[in-house]
């Protein structure tokens, strides 16, 4: 069974920098598309953006300037880093497969809360 | 980028009600929309791609219809397990969009 995993602190200080790693089950990351999306507590569904296998990305711009992915094939895994977090970055976090435009495959997402 | 309106935002109705969820874009999209479930605690899940599609192991109650700007994801007969919230998304351009989300509860 294909299965998504987000994994990382549940909560960060403002100022500083959230880190998570999606790590793909039952399949192989490459030759896909993969995006992260969030939705704060209680709101709708942001997307973030998105890496390809080798590497390439795309950024919502709302979000560009403190965003960052990686990948890495030999782990089935990707991540996402954002920097200078603040109260409006907590949110749950999800990680999925970008097939033709939707989302077919979901991670279980993980709730990261920005406090002191 | 693309705004997707949902309307209504949320709505109450009883098992075995016809329901009708719109999603209107801002400019044009052709068939590029999708529709997700979801449930409290819970990811979204595809329900309808390409804007009609069914996704595979979907119940067949579920239907999407629309092109352009306006979309429609209707419930034929609706069961217990269908209350949730639902959103719509667009894969025209980038960044992908989703709409505000429509609460379906029960009567």
């Known amino acids: 069974q294909v299965q998504l995993q987000e994994t990382g602190p549940g909560l960060v200080k403002p100022s500083e920098t959230l880190s998570l790693t999606c790590t793909l089950s039952?399949?192989?990351?490459?030759?896909?598309?993969w995006s992260w999306l969030r939705q704060p507590p209680g709101k709708g569904l942001e997307w973030i953006g998105y890496?390809?296998?080798?590497?390439?990305?795309d950024y919502n711009p709302s979000l560009k300037s403190r965003v960052s992915f990686s990948v890495d094939t030999s782990k089935n895994q990707f991540s996402l880093k954002l920097s200078s977090v603040t109260a409006a970055d907590t949110a749950v976090y999800y990680c999925?497969?970008?097939?033709?435009?939707?989302?077919?495959?979901w991670g279980r997402g993980t709730l990261v809360t920005v406090s002191s | 980028a693309i705004q997707l309106t949902q309307s209504p935002s949320s709505l109450s109705a009883s098992v075995g009600d016809r329901v009708t969820i719109t999603c209107r874009a801002s400019q044009g999209i052709s068939s590029d929309l999708a529709w997700y479930q979801q449930k409290v605690g819970r990811a979204p899940k595809l329900l309808i791609f390409d804007a009609s599609s069914l996704e595979n192991g979907v119940p067949s109650r579920f239907s999407g219809s629309g092109s352009g700007t306006d979309f429609t994801l209707t419930i034929s007969s609706l069961q217990p397990d269908d209350f949730a919230t639902y959103y719509c998304?667009?894969?025209?351009?980038?960044?992908?969009?989703f709409g505000g989300g429509t609460k379906v509860d029960i009567k």
């Open positions: 890496i390809s296998f080798s590497g390439s990305t």
């Open positions: 039952g399949g192989s990351i490459s030759g896909y598309y």
């Open positions: 998304q667009q894969f025209k351009s980038y960044p992908l969009t």
């Open positions: 999925a497969n970008q097939g033709g435009g939707s989302f077919d495959l």
